[in-house]
């Protein structure tokens, strides 16, 4: 079966569009041909798989040009319905979902990613390959800035103080660039988690205060009045770090969308703190965001009502807790995610707003 495919190549800040015909035993050549082409170098060739995507539907892999003496990153992206879910979720919703994900993390490099400077560091988009089918049959390519090329060598596992911050300056100047933007080609709501794309886990939820409340919650976070694009899946694993852990950049942008700052500000401490560090720390580090935030709306807005957006965002800070546990109790209620910390909050939001 062959995919038609749009093309967008990007050189010396112009974009040039190419049509390719991308059938599927021949996706790999193809694709190697592109980015021979936009390096001006026959010798290119695949260096290593870096990772692959989530259930099994492509691969993260970095390419080499001798000529140019530099590499690429290639996202490519081949879905296969049948592979099994690590988590035992199977369902044509979540394969949907996961298909307009990577469409709509193409929208986001294609439109957006340029809006980004040192401060919000993403990856320079070289070439998106996606047809108009590619939100059916999920086949799309990205090829983009090795970062680790760019001096972002370092993707730790475990965050200290020192990391987390830069990803908390990270967010805060992220969600301050993009404040009320218009971004009908993105995820209407950002995140992974809402509720409205994941109706499975709300209904193996238990009966309860917080499944009662989830429409409630999912209603506040998405009519707030300040709105900006968040990441949607803002953990340690999608950061990456230069070696004296002095900047940062970020990676994988499946789930960017409208939504409250907090959101990505929430699960970004809970994928790095546990327990005892949230109480330790929470009530610092969420300071530290609000204070980034407001230097970023100062360099990005023009008489933004800083006030009022921090004063609702810190109010929603409970709710955002709370929702994200109402889907882990239907994704995967063990999950250590769930502790003390995260159960006062929920509590907090439903004697506050339910």
């Given at each position: ?8 190549f990007?050189?010396?800040?112009k974009l ?23 390096c001006?170098d026959?010798?290119?060739f ?62 986001f ?18 070439a ?8 059916n049959?999920?086949q799309?390519i ?10 972002f ?10 990391e987390?911050k ?6 805060a ?21 809402h ?11 238990p009966?309860?205060?917080l ?8 209603q ?7 709105q ?9 694993a ?24 907090v ?7 809970g994928?790095c ?8 720390h ?9 204070s ?7 360099t ?9 957006l ?17 889907f882990?109790?239907?994704w ?10 995260m159960?006062?909050?929920?509590r ?7």
């Amino acid at each position: 079966m062959l995919l038609l495919s749009i093309c967008w190549f990007c050189y010396a800040g112009k974009l040039m569009l190419m049509v390719a015909i991308i059938g599927s035993s021949s996706m790999s050549q193809r694709l190697l041909q592109h980015i021979q082409g936009y390096c001006d170098d026959p010798q290119l060739f695949k260096q290593q798989k870096v990772q692959s995507l989530w259930s099994g539907y492509g691969e993260v892999a970095r390419y080499y040009s001798p000529r140019r003496g530099n590499t690429v990153i290639v996202k490519q992206v081949n879905p296969r319905p049948s592979t099994p879910h690590p988590r035992g979720w199977h369902s044509s919703t979540g394969h949907q979902r996961k298909l307009t994900s990577y469409v709509m993390e193409g929208n986001f490099y294609h439109s957006f990613a340029r809006q980004c400077n040192r401060q919000c560091k993403v990856p320079d988009l070289i070439a998106f390959c996606g047809g108009e089918d590619a939100v059916n049959n999920g086949q799309q390519i990205l090829v983009m800035e090795d970062l680790h090329s760019s001096g972002f060598t370092q993707t730790p596992d475990y965050g200290g103080l020192v990391e987390i911050k830069l990803g908390i300056r990270w967010l805060a100047h992220f969600h301050g660039r993009f404040l009320a933007i218009d971004a009908p080609t993105l995820w209407p709501i950002g995140s992974y988690w809402h509720l409205g794309t994941r109706q499975d886990e709300y209904a193996r939820m238990p009966d309860g205060a917080l499944k009662s409340a989830a429409p409630r919650l999912d209603q506040l976070l998405n009519r707030a009045t300040h709105q900006t694009l968040i990441h949607g899946d803002a953990k340690l694993a999608n950061f990456c770090f230069t070696p004296p852990r002095d900047d940062i950049a970020a990676v994988d942008f499946q789930y960017v969308g409208k939504g409250v700052g907090v959101k990505d500000l929430m699960y970004f401490l809970g994928s790095c703190l546990n327990e005892t560090q949230l109480f330790t720390h929470y009530e610092t580090l969420l300071t530290l965001y609000f204070s980034h935030l407001r230097r970023a709306v100062n360099t990005y807005q023009v008489d933004y009502p800083f006030v009022e957006l921090e004063q609702q965002w810190r109010a929603l800070c409970p709710v955002a807790w709370a929702d994200f546990q109402r889907f882990l109790q239907g994704w995967s209620p063990g999950h250590n995610k769930i502790n003390l910390f995260m159960a006062q909050q929920t509590r907090q939001a439903l004697a506050t707003f339910c």
